[in-house]
């Protein structure tokens, strides 16, 4: 084993430990927010660093241990911590940021109301905030200010305090149920 | 941090084989292998396998009596499955108190079991349930009682050539009794102070049946055979039930720690069995 020559004296460690070997990098393809995505990456590198490496910056990075949610996604339409999967698990799967829910020119109606609500102060829990509350919205099209607050229990707001953010997601669950005939 | 090698098979031989006589760490949901993966300068393990691609262990299926949860059975789906919330809503109970909602996404019923340790929230109410554990390796597949499953502090009786592929319990029936408690700081991404389960069958009001169990108080969750035992057979009352919980209170041995005083946690452990008992058996607790 190679481990017995590192017991040797401090002088010869140096010279005989292993030769560094970077990690295989590894194949991956999947979609973000509809886009085809090809990138390669070593197999321990987490999602959250994969989307961000590849200019994904809105998935925020926050605590890297999934108690925060700053990193927030939809996989598979499924809301998930990004920084809790590695790269090579999303081979195939659909992910969504929160710009595949509505962009700049074209804002969701939760967006709207987060901006209309000051839900937004620093902005930095905002994008997983916004995800989250989206697959709150989708499963649960009318909640009560308990269910809101039990869906974006896993996002993590340090200015808000959550009022406003509760009433933003409570604002557009009214208005996306009055569209409702009309967007779909 | 060492690089692994990675593999994602389809189904359990495949998985099995990718394990045989390699150094190998299963992932799945990932809740828990990525924040402990930060801490491992080694790296988990030289393969790691990816177990989400395995349709064999989806799946929640009912028949003659037992309930069959597949290994990757996520916490969402406790709160979401039809045979779940019939069979044992104990189970969507707990669920509701798990971490968050993001976390019960991908967290899987499986990996609580495996890496949870003593504060694994799904653990109690699968206790009271006398549920089992289905395991399978190249040589074989066997079934261990959960509480013979749990050997210590992270500590389990699984071999290093197995998966999990299930979990099963036996139906409680339609008409059982239970309570769960999860005491934590918070409502939310908290640590359990204190979790409590109690599954009761009841028939023609005496208690036929009981399984009660306790989570965070010892090394793993355990199972309180003295306080199922004192219950058994008895049409209970306050004074009875009293009796279960300070036998559910005899058999735990907290510790101190930032969340609260092991002394603190004793006491709970008496309060917390007494109130899920009376509370399913609808017995009035006048100093409450």
Redesign the interface.
Known sequence: MKMATANKSKRTRKSSAPAYV???K?PISFTVNGQEVNAEA???T?LLYLLRDLGFTEVKNGC????C?AC?ILLDG????A????G??A?GREITTVKGIGTVDNLHPIQVKFIEHGAIQCGFCTPGMIV?AK??LDLTPNPSRHEIK??????LCRCTGYVKIIDAIEAAAEELSSKKGKRK | ??????V?PTSISATLKAAKGRSTKF?A???N???D??HQHD?PAKV?I?L?RVSALQGISSSKGVVKMGALTTM?DFLTNKIILKEAPILAAMS?KF?????R??ATLAGNIIDGGPAADAIPPLLALKAKVRLASEKGRRTVDLDKFLTGYRQTAIRSDELITAVTFPSPGRSHKWGYYKLARR???AITVVGVAVVLKVRRKKVEEAGISLGSVTAAPIRCYEAEKILEGNVVDLELAQKAAEACAAVATPIDDIRASAEYRKLMCEVLPRRLICQALDISQDNE
């Open positions: 970077p990690p295989k590894l070593p197999a321990h987490t890297e241990a999934g108690d949610g927030t499924l809301a998930m911590n920084c809790c999967a590695l090579v698990q081979e989250a697959e709150l039990a869906g974006i229990a896993g996002n | 941090m060492r690089g692994f090698d990675f994602a992932i949901g990932g809740t292998f990525l924040p993966l930060r790296g790691v990816d989400m969402t509701e971490a968050g909602p993001i976390i996404n991908r409502n939310a991404m």
